[in-house]
Each structure stands twice: as structure tokens, then as C-alpha cells.
């Protein structure tokens, strides 16, 4: 067993054996949510069959929130983003993106997870920041490596990086266990029982891809540090995703630049091809739902253990 390996069963060994006396927290098994139980939760959060039906109906028109909303716990997320922004987003025009929705979800999936304890109250939460820095790493090692689920090698590494945050601020430390069981419980993981993480959905895999190529997305310099991520194709969400993260501007312009020059990477230009497709759909009043396509994951995107 490697050093990472030994070091996540030390960490999740506890919870997974049901020892009361070294777990901290109970293990819960998640199970996926399907149309019907997801419309039965709907009609308890929204009070009404007809709320729950025109809901659903909504949220296959938006992305992958359909896809997301299989997790329970997402689900109670999904359920409270108000009406009007869904409509926004499904529509496609702009004012509300589906990247936007996805931000707020992670975002709040992040700073739930932290808060629930993820670390010892004492040295204080992990700022949302680096949580969210963790998971972009994360993504970045699960696409680039072209394989469905994570080791333990990925999250001991970001295990590490976490602590040298910490460690740059001045701030203390929860170990390097702690910060593993946090990592592989409150960076938008589930687990399955050979201790391989995946996402919770295939969606928000794309969009922390997604945010991590628009944050290196450079007209001046466009290969820079996203063709690594370029080599595999991201889906037509994932598109959109990275269009509406960068910006339209600075992808149109960047997509102009790698398609003047024939030298450049055949993954890059694929990419900006499909990037410039993309925006001119958009110009022509062609955005909505039914551009997006799928993005799901080949894994099971909703089950796996949560503490």
C-alpha cells in the first residue's frame, strides 16, 4: 500500500468499519435519486405536484442540474435557487448563465461541507478559497488523466497543497489526515469502496475544468498552460461553460487567434473551432438547452459514501 493509499484508510478506516470508538462522524451511504423520488422530494420543498412537475421540467432545460439534482444533498441545493434565475438560465439569453448557477451551487456545496466540520474548530475553517483552489487541482489531475475516478496519490498530494496554504497565511494546520478525510468528503467527491473518488456529477467536472482553462485563457499567448486540458474535448456544456467563465470577448478573441495560426495544436483548434461555433450560435439566437448536450459521467454520478 502506498504512503497516500495508508493514509487515506487511516482517515476514512474508522468511519468505514462503523468503530464508535475512532469515528468522529457517522458513514452514510447516498443513494441516487430518480425521477420519481426526485419529484416527491420537489412536491415537499415546493408544496405543490404542479410546482414539482413545472420544476423538473425546468431543470431538464438547464445543463446538468437534472444530472446534479440525483444527489440528495445537491438536490436540497437545486431545489432553492429562485424560479426566475432557472428561467434566466434556460433561456439562454445572458442575463442569468448556467455557469452562474453552477458557481452559486459549488460554492455553497463547498462552504456547507467545510462548516459541517471538516476541521478542528480550534484552528479555524479552511477558507472557501482554498477549498475551491483543492477542487480545481482535482479536476485537473481526474481530466488530464483520462481515467473515471481519482486515487489516493491525488488526494494526498492536494492534501498537501492545503496545508501549505495554511502554512502561507500563518494559519494552523489540522493534520495531514484531517485534511485528507475534508478533501475526499467536502471537495464535491464520493467515494466507492476501493477508495477512488469521483465527482458528484460530470457536470461539475467540466465546469471546474472549465473555470481552470477560462482562468488561462490568453489571446496573446494561447496555448499557455491550457492545452493539456484542450487534449480532451470538453463536452457542448462544458463549451458553454468556458465561454461564459472567460467571457465572450476574451473567447472569441482567442478562438480568432488559434484559428489564424495552422501550426498550432489540432486539440487547440478543435477546441477554438467549437469555442467560436459556440458564440456565433449564440449571436444568432440559437443558445438554449437544446445546444447543450450531455455531459454526464461514465461513472454513477449520485452514489458513493459521504461522512
Known sequence: MSRDADLLADAFGPYATGDPAGAAVRWVRLVGLDRERTRDFLTRRLGAPERARARLELLERVGGLLGMARNPRMLAFIADIDEQRLRAAASGGGQVTVADLYRRLISEWLDGERRRGGVDDALGLTPLDDLERAARYLARRLWESGEPALGADALGAAADILTRLGAARGAGTSGRRETARLLGAGTL???????????????????????????????????????????????????????????????????????????????????????????????????????????????????????
Open 189 to 307: 467527491l464520493v467515494r466507492d469502496a476501493a477508495y477512488r473518488f469521483h465527482f458528484v456529477d460530470h457536470s461539475v467536472l467540466e465546469w471546474l475544468v472549465a473555470r481552470e482553462i477560462a482562468d488561462h485563457l490568453d489571446p496573446e499567448h494561447p496555448t499557455g498552460r491550457v492545452r493539456g486540458l484542450l487534449r480532451r474535448e470538453l463536452s457542448p456544456l462544458g463549451v458553454e461553460f468556458l465561454c461564459d467563465l472567460a467571457g465572450h470577448g476574451t473567447a472569441r478573441r482567442w478562438a480568432r487567434v488559434v484559428l489564424a495560426d495552422p501550426a498550432l495544436p489540432v486539440e487547440v483548434r478543435s477546441a477554438a473551432r467549437r469555442v467560436r461555433d459556440h458564440l456565433d450560435r449564440l449571436a444568432a439566437g440559437q443558445g438554449g438547452p437544446e445546444q447543450r448536450g450531455d455531459a454526464r459521467s461514465p461513472e454513477p454520478p449520485a452514489g458513493g459514501n459521504r461522512p
